[in-house]
């Protein structure tokens, strides 16, 4: 890892107001033309204090006026890497991920305009609501809390105006990274500047962007020194054996870049999230498997050695459960995840797990099957719990199927009772055959105690749609609401008229007469 200089690329036809411009912009986002009259954000972001200037220069404080964090120093940097991609006529633009107030993007759409480049944009990829809550055990919430990071869209895009810089070649995109860089329709890039703060936020920006990058192009990662940033950038960089040098903007930056010098083919099935859901009765499920295999469609790999890839991530999956952590399966950690296995879970697991991590001999290849022996004595108890949680399962489908006959039950009963319609029809009349219905709702909904109190008894309406609906002989006491008329009858004849009702409502329905 070196630290550079960076060399003036000026073109030769350059004016000095090119120069005199840009250092006024760059001044001014930083918010160096104010001195006098700038404050920062405290170290513990709850009071403002004087600005330190060399501080400010070196982007080491939260500026209260200034629009960028970055400073003199990587505003520089990033003026050099465009000047860098022109001369080289490196294709593509420059986006920046997690933008603050856009201090960055606006510098950078500056350089385009000094320089009069009409063919490459400006892209803007951030939340506009602050850093998210943490995805993983790789990162804390301590950066989702900081308000003062939470600027909106419509804030930086006042400070492009401001600048007379908001047009065509400006673009946002809008959302936390994780949802908004897939669908970002930057096609070719010259310049990344990544400015993610969290270990999964830099995953987001390197999976999503880095095979987009062009040979020649130039990577900044602004917090380096972040061991969260740090450590995601040398793992993506580890596993595809990515060797380009790390250079630092300036011996005290916090700010590293290297330079692309040659094309990778992204290991996607290592980023794409696959969601675990656990059940109460402790099964785990599964989902977004296979969905890197379909989308790369890659053909350069045999089945074979896929099948022993998902082998080893299985092991390593199972590993990281077990320790409840993802860093667990890391190679570094690996030891210390085994120790962790074998003090708190049987001698099998630890096992099984060694299994499939170990690399598989090309003679004989690994199977899911060669679990099976391991896992033997404890699947019987898995078994069981299967078929209870099945037993479980059936009898709550005969309870929704329970409900479901009630309730079109109760559905037929109320579409025949109180019809004004029939009044004059002497078979719904309160006298009529169809009387008896009306009496048994009441009945089932509208019983009283014996001091008049209301009878809230579900048990009882269920006991009597049930009896009802299967037509039992036993025989119930019908009363009028005026107690005058009293009725002993069967549930089989209240089931009878039931159906003749029924059957006579659908018929005049059917032909308009009764």
Known sequence: MSSENHQNLSFPSESPLVRAYLDVVRDTVCGLTLRSQERAVDGDRNHIRPLNIDQRIKGLDWPLIGITMVGQKRLINIEWSLRLVIANEIPGDFIECGVWRGGSSIFARAVFKALNINDRHVWLADSFQGLPKARTTNDNDHWSKQEY??????????????????????????????????RCNVSRIAVLRMDGDMYESTMDQLFNLYSKVQVGGVIIVDDYIIPECNRAVHDFRRWHQITEEIRSISGDQPGHYWIKKKSIEVQMDRYQPLLISATKDTQLWLSGVGIADILDGSINTSVQQ??????????????MLACNSIVGAQKEHLQTSLEIVQRSYSHDLKNLILHFLLPSNPLKPKSINDCMPMIGARFYAHIDNLHVRGDILENELAKELDCSRLFRLICKLNTLLERPEHSINQAWSETGDRYILKLFRDFIFHSIGFEGEPVMDMAHIVQCLNKFDAGSHDKICLTSRDEQNVIIVSYSELHQAFERSFTELMNYGSTGSS
């Open 306 to 319: 896929h099948i022993q890839n998902d082998l080893q991530d299985f092991g390593r999956l199972i590993l």
């Open 149 to 182: 990071l939470k600027v909106s869209l419509e804030e930086v895009q006042i400070n492009f105006h401001s600048f007379n810089l908001l047009d065509n070649q400006v673009h946002f995109c809008k959302g936390y990274f994780v949802d908004s860089l897939p």
